[in-house]
């Protein structure tokens, strides 16, 4: 992805601005972990200045994402079991 216009040089970059599906709390999340990428695409083309906006209705969601760095498998499987029946008994 990184070298696509140099391999075609025809190339014409198109930026997404709006998001339809999320919230703006899950694409703020996202930009974060994505600017701590040192490879990103943005990093090797300066014209690129991406910053998502939500346009669904649920834009202004007070349902914030939790961020959970599992170190196995089996450690985000039981976490998220447990959450599901955190949610079921509530």
Partial sequence: ????STK???TQFVVLEEN??????ILDLASSLIENNNERLSNKITSINKKLT???P????????LLFKANSQVEEQTYIINNIKKLVNS
């Fill in 58 to 65: 649920l834009k202004t969601s007070t349902i914030k994402p």
């Fill in 54 to 56: 939500a346009s669904s």
């Fill in 1 to 4: 992805m990184l070298d696509f």
């Fill in 20 to 25: 339809y599906r999320s919230t703006q709390h």
């Fill in 8 to 10: 075609y040089k025809e």
